[in-house]
């Protein structure tokens, strides 16, 4: 029969409840663990909960029978009723500093300055994820929103991944094929050292009519705008293949290039461009021929292209993650797709509009686009085929033909036909100071009269690239001015209504030096392409300017590539026709 026997029992000395802190047994292992004395309404969810809000005051000096919170409010007061029990002696577990940090020092210790903006102010609301925040006491001023301090200025970033505007990667002109061969890769760095002295071009022919420029345009000041009118005129933008004139040229073997005054600006002008494009290239035989997709980034005007903070298109899907729900902005006017057709519209109508049809000269030839099914009446256009020499030593002989534009004529300042008072009509467009995007523009209606410099150098400083390829297309074309309109928005709310604030006459090399735009380097850049291409086979090939880097590429394509749907149908037909024959 087991017997029982009792326990030793240690008595406390000290009178009180429980063991004495003397005489703990040996096999009670964790003696020297520190006891913090709890309440039955504590919560005791976490091992360790950092946004306590009693915390602070748990780590009060002990024997405090109540502790105040940051607030200064007693706990005892507090809703839930918690019981300050064992509250100050929770500073057992708390963190002391065991070696001296006296030595440490910041390396900045400067107060922060206070922040400014995108703050609540009072009766303020919320907008969306991601905005700004909107004081009810706004008032709507012409051009967008002015609040109150601590709202948003000058129109405000809001709207769904405004942070990530900036560092959005624009996509290519064009689709590179896996099938494509990259052959050169040249750094914009690299071609700004390039040079190249070319004398005055060689006039070949001239086609098509021009009407003289309507001087009360020049006489326009902001108290005087004039609306802008859209009219229904044609004028032709062929690629370079397509131009009858270049091919018949080409039979004659007058030159070794043949390109577009605007291909070959874009391409003079590489250094500047942020856009991405690309030029097709065709080698048949010792010809090279310079040309642009249809649709392609030739066809519009860039719109701030060399600001800081140009304007931004909507994000695109993530087409990684094709069930993200992502909420898809709504289509703006001051996108960079919509303020680029926007331009295109302003520099065609300004030019049908700056001119007077009744007064017109006709060049040697009529426009050799313009059909005889061809109802609507001509814009005024010029066109003129010159050549420029590229040679660099006597025993070269690489000649470019290009076919120039011009817009009008000056009365007065000499025959047109021998090239003298010639002109060429372009516009600046302002759409809304305040939007994102506008690069820091000023009021053109407050500021274009009193301070136009002040205006043009803001002007300058955004849209390098695009004055620099009209000035450049000026230059090559041998016109004597350049009229630069200045057009506004009636409403900066509607894109659809323009007037007509100013217009500037520049002079060509003078504008080209206020812009430190280098024909000689331009012209090293055209050289340099030609050598490239004229060292490969026969075929078609591709520059690229890579869409988020200072870089071009040089690629093989097939020679099927960029080809439309009506030309592989004529080529089939006439396979059929040749089997069959």
């Keep these: ?89 929770a500073s057992a577990f708390a963190y002391f500093h065991v070696d001296d940090e006296s030595s440490f020092s910041l390396v900045d210790n400067k107060a922060a300055p206070p922040r400014r903006g995108n703050t609540f102010s009072r009766g303020g609301r919320s907008v969306g994820r991601g905005s700004s925040f909107i004081s009810r006491g706004n008032q709507r001023s012409r051009g967008g929103f002015t609040t109150s301090r601590g709202g948003f200025q000058r129109g405000g970033r ?19 094929s896996p099938q494509w061969t990259m052959l050169e890769e040249i750094e914009f760095h690299r071609l700004a050292k390039l040079k190249l002295e070319v004398d005055e071009a060689e006039d070949i022919d001239s086609y098509g009519r021009i009407f003289a420029y309507d001087k009360i345009y020049d006489r326009i000041t902001t ?19 397509d131009d009858p004139v270049i091919q018949q040229l080409a039979t004659k073997d007058t030159a070794t290039v043949y390109t577009t005054d605007v291909i070959l600006s874009v391409l003079m002008c590489a250094p500047r461009s942020v856009y991405p494009w690309d030029i097709v290239i065709v080698r048949e035989g010792n010809h090279l021929f310079l040309d642009k997709r249809d649709g392609g980034p030739f066809d519009t005007v860039t719109v701030n292209e060399n600001a800081s903070d140009p304007p931004q298109d909507p994000a695109p899907p993530n087409p990684n993650n094709p069930t993200e729900k992502s909420i898809q902005e709504a289509p703006s006017i001051n996108s960079a797709t919509s303020l680029s057709l926007e ?34 009446p001509l814009a005024s256009c010029g066109y003129r085929y010159r050549v420029f020499d590229l040679s660099v030593t006597e025993d070269e002989d690489i000649k470019l033909c290009v076919r120039t534009e011009v817009d009008a004529f000056l009365p007065g300042a000499g025959n047109p036909q021998d090239g003298h008072g010639l002109a060429t009509i372009r516009a600046l467009n302002e759409f809304d100071p305040r939007a994102p995007g506008a690069g820091g523009a000023q009021d053109w209606r407050s500021k274009l009269d009193s301070q136009r410099g002040a205006v043009v150098a803001t002007e300058m400083k955004n849209n390098s690239c695009k004055l620099a390829k009209w000035t450049v297309q000026s230059i090559l074309a041998g016109a004597d001015l350049m009229k630069i309109g200045y057009i506004s928005r009636v409403n900066p709310k509607d894109n659809s209504r323009h007037v007509i604030l100013s217009t500037a006459s520049m002079r060509p090399a003078d504008f080209a030096a206020q812009l430190n735009v280098s024909l000689a380097n331009g012209w090293g850049i055209v050289r340099t392409i030609t050598d490239l291409c004229m060292k490969m086979p026969e075929g078609k090939y591709v520059l690229i300017k890579d869409p988020n880097k200072s870089v071009i590429r040089l690629y093989s394509v097939p020679m099927t590539a960029f080809t439309t749907e009506e030309d592989e149908g004529e080529t089939f037909e006439a396979d059929e026709h040749e089997s069959a024959a």
Excluded: C
Excluded at 163 to 172: A, F, L, M
Excluded at 232 to 238: A, E, G, L, P
């Design 1 to 89: 029969m087991s017997s029982f026997s009792l326990p030793p029992i240690h008595d406390n000395p000290d009178g009180g409840w429980g063991p004495s802190s003397s005489n703990i047994p040996e096999q009670f292992k964790f003696k020297d663990i520190p006891y913090a004395p709890f309440s039955k309404s504590d919560k005791l969810g976490r091992f360790a909960d950092w946004n306590d809000p009693m915390s602070d005051g748990r780590q009060a000096a002990t024997g405090a029978s109540a502790t105040r919170d940051s607030r200064g409010v007693s706990n005892r007061s507090r809703r839930d009723g918690a019981q300050a029990f064992g509250s100050g002696t």
């Design 158 to 176: 809001k709207g769904w991944r405004d942070w990530d505007k900036g560092n959005r990667t624009r996509e290519s002109s064009v689709t590179i």
């Design 223 to 241: 108290k005087t705008e004039k609306p802008l009118q859209p009219s229904d005129r044609i004028k032709y933008n062929t690629t370079t293949s």
């Design 343 to 376: 331009a295109t519209y302003i520099n065609q109508n300004f030019g049908f509009q700056a001119v007077i049809e009744s007064t017109a000269v006709d060049f040697a030839h009529p426009n050799p686009f313009y059909g005889p099914e061809e109802t609507d």
